[in-house]
């Protein structure tokens, strides 16, 4: 039986496969982002879901391994998580009543074979133009915090999010239909994992 690890702590990513029916074992990778320098947004998330995945496929056999990383870019600035209340205030500032595309990258390893997959899912998401008493409760929250973009589309900053064009649960960190063709492509299915 192949085990399915997730090399990440996300738990948005966690709930959306066991959503699907995958019980995976989390194993963070705890990868040092700001090694990666690449300034292109797809080569970026791409880069860092493989360092992760490859960090993680060292430690198991039998295993496919899933790295995953995600960037909101807009007006050509790319926007991690915050690194505080205070930038994730201006970050909403600049994003409301705007539209700013989700990079998700996609990294997946079987370490049966040695075979890897690299995808990119992208995801436009159109912001609602909201009050700064609004952005700054929102914030208040601290979910803002956690979240790359500065917002969770499946918490509470859904109720800011005025419409989404393509994979929803790409927003969410994890596109599932991405994630379907990719198994299929290393010869597995979703349900191989029930």
Excluded at 43 to 71: F, H, M, R
Excluded at 85 to 105: D, S, V
Aim: hydrophobic share 45%.
């Amino acid at each position: 039986m192949t085990k399915f690890v997730l090399a990440s702590a996300s738990p948005a990513r966690l709930k959306l496969l066991k959503m699907i029916g995958i019980e995976p074992i989390v194993h963070s990778s705890d990868y040092d982002e700001s090694q990666i320098t690449v300034t292109d947004v797809v080569d970026l998330v791409n880069t860092l879901a493989w360092k992760k995945a490859e960090i993680i496929a060292s430690l198991y056999s039998s295993a496919l391994i899933l790295g995953c990383d995600s960037v909101l870019e807009m007006e050509d600035e790319i926007y991690g998580k915050p690194e505080n209340p205070e930038m994730a205030i201006a970050r909403w500032q600049k994003m409301r009543g705007k539209m700013g595309k989700l990079y998700t990258g996609h990294a997946l390893i079987n370490t049966n074979t040695q075979e890897k997959i690299i995808n990119c899912g992208i995801t436009e998401v159109y912001f609602a133009d909201i009050d700064d008493f609004t952005i700054k409760a929102y914030v208040g929250t601290q979910e803002p915090l956690k979240c790359a973009g500065s917002f969770a589309l499946e918490g509470k900053g859904g109720v800011f999010i005025d419409k989404i064009i393509g994979c929803h649960s790409n927003v969410i960190g994890l596109s599932l239909p991405l994630l379907r063709n990719m198994l299929a492509d290393l010869n597995f299915q979703v349900t191989d994992f029930w």
